[in-house]
């Protein structure tokens, strides 16, 4: 199983970003799929998730701003980031809890990261 991350670069304050991860593999369930980011300097930190029924949940520093999707036929989760502030600068990484069979357990899944710059 991969996650692979899209969308990520450089946005002036105020500006928009969409972020797309895309799960891939021997996928036979998917629970939770969410971001997290991680600043220079600080530990990585959640930013939302969104689990199979929908339910989702952001934190407070992004709450209004970003918000979570997911298509569940495309295994891929987005990440609408609006008004973003020079303080969202980060790597962004999204997460996903996968069973690869009816057989196993959930397991942790990481993608890459994707690099987010918001400068003037």
């Known amino acids: 199983v991969q996650l692979q991350a899209y969308g990520g670069g450089l946005v002036q304050p105020g500006g928009s970003l969409r972020l797309s991860c895309r799960a891939s593999g021997s996928i036979y369930t998917i629970d939770i799929m969410a971001w997290y980011r991680q600043a220079p300097g600080k530990q990585r930190e959640s930013v939302a998730s969104?689990?199979?029924?929908?339910?989702?949940t952001y934190a407070d520093s992004v709450k209004g701003r970003f918000t979570i999707s997911r298509d569940g036929a495309e295994n891929t989760v987005y990440l609408q980031m609006n008004s973003l502030k020079p303080e969202d600068t980060a790597v962004y990484y999204c997460?996903?809890?996968?069973?690869?069979?009816?057989?196993?357990?959930?397991?942790?899944?990481w993608g890459q990261g994707t690099l987010v710059t918001v400068s003037s």
């Open positions: 997460y996903s809890k996968i069973k690869e069979t009816v057989w196993r357990t959930y397991e942790d899944y």
């Open positions: 969104i689990a199979m029924g929908g339910t989702r």
